[in-house]
């Protein structure tokens, strides 16, 4: 294993695999939403704890944030310390765990403070980010052993504190990873780029340049990387709209809008951007939406159709959705009492944890199969007695 900077390169057998499994993911589904119905009992019997030692006993110290493989293989997780590779109570250590054999493997290079695991569709490639005062987003390349930091030129000193980055996406096909950049110059305006990585020829794409936004409220990227999705604000202005940006024509498209058009008057928050960029699920706090939402400056989530313009408003008011699927058909929600994975073609949903649990952007398996979820709730599964938080995956 050895860390690089600038660009990572799967091979081209790679490329052509993942590239099949984003076909699939990416078939269109309609999103239409009903009526919700009750939502069913979790059967205890489909969730099974997933963190724990190699030998398979329960941690000491809380494990959280968690994400999965599109195929529902491979679990990414943080564990708190002190452990080997993360001395510290304030580190944390990732984890990747093989959900059919049960072999876990520690990701190396992570320092005092690591988190943000995002796996690529079949579970290969792992980005995340670490540092000792400051993050860095790198990707690990399980198969080889690869540690590359994401970073568009040379690097900052791991000392320089001014400078920061974070990992967003990366694409189902395994060949692009979105990431930002961000430098802090004492006295001066913060400078942050949005910019995508070709992984294929070590290339970087500026999605969203300097000046444009000060920090993204979430980004996501479709299958093929054609299609990004961001929310951005600024500090002097605020909040400016969560938009769609084709790479291909330049165009850009803002998602939180009415249906005729009238941007909302609030901020959002993106979940999801589907893999055929066509679909895009996300929080809002605005209040002219849709006639079902909220006044009062309260979140709620929503499903827009690109194509066909449609906007819906689902779930419960106050409540956001946390996580989707690579269709954005299947949606984690928080609602009141429980954390809930629901069907928007269907409108049918069901309680997969309690109301405390907290499910990561990368939480849910392709067509809602499987979900990974934190809870330090102790009746989960049997013999749960450490009193911390672990995670946990239930089949759905």
Not at 325 to 337: I, Y
Request: hydrophobic share 35%.
């Amino acid at each position: 294993m050895g860390e690089k900077h600038g660009s990572a390169r799967p091979s081209g057998s790679l490329l052509r695999r993942t590239a099949a499994t984003a076909a699939t993911a990416a078939l269109a589904v309609v999103v239409s939403l009903t009526a919700v119905p009750a939502a069913s009992a979790a059967d205890h019997d489909a969730v099974r704890r997933v963190s724990g030692e190699a030998d398979g006993t329960q941690l000491t110290t809380a494990s959280r944030g968690a994400s999965l493989s599109a195929d529902g293989r491979y679990a990414a997780y943080g564990v708190k310390g002190p452990r080997d590779g993360c001395p510290l109570s304030v580190s944390t250590c990732l984890f990747v765990k093989d959900l059919r054999t049960g072999r876990q493997t520690q990701v190396p290079g992570t320092k005092r403070l690591a988190g943000n695991p995002v796996l690529s569709a079949d579970g290969r490639l792992l980005a995340f980010i670490t540092g000792d005062g400051s993050s860095r987003p790198y990707l690990y390349d399980r198969a080889t052993g690869d540690l590359t930091l994401l970073w568009p030129g040379p690097p900052p000193s791991a000392s320089d504190f001014a400078y920061d980055g974070e990992v967003k996406a990366i694409s189902a096909d395994g060949r692009q990873v979105l990431y930002t950049v961000t430098y802090r110059p004492p006295g001066q305006p913060t400078q942050t780029r949005l910019l995508e990585r070709d992984l294929a020829t070590g290339t970087d794409t500026v999605v969203v340049p300097v000046g444009t936004a000060d920090f993204f409220s979430g980004a996501g990227l479709s299958a093929d990387g054609r299609y990004v999705a961001y929310g951005q604000y600024k500090e002097s202005s605020g909040y400016q709209g969560l938009f769609v940006k084709d790479l291909r024509t330049g165009a850009v498209r803002r998602v939180d809008t009415a249906r005729d058009g009238t941007p909302g008057d609030a901020d959002s928050g993106l979940v999801r951007l589907s893999d055929d960029g066509r679909r895009v699920v996300f929080n809002s706090r605005s209040s002219n939406l849709t006639p079902e939402s909220p006044t009062g400056y309260q979140w709620h989530p929503y499903a827009r159709d690109l194509r066909t313009g449609r906007i819906e408003a689902f779930g419960s008011a106050g409540r956001t959705a946390s996580a989707a699927d690579g269709s954005a058909r299947h949606v984690v929600l928080q609602e009141p009492g429980a954390l809930v994975l629901r069907d928007l073609r269907t409108g049918r949903q069901r309680t997969i944890a309690p109301e405390t649990a907290e499910a990561t952007l990368g939480a849910v398996a392709r067509h809602g199969r499987e979900v990974v979820f934190a809870s330090s709730a102790p009746d989960l599964v049997p013999d749960d007695t450490n009193g911390v938080s672990d995670v946990f995956l239930v089949h759905t």
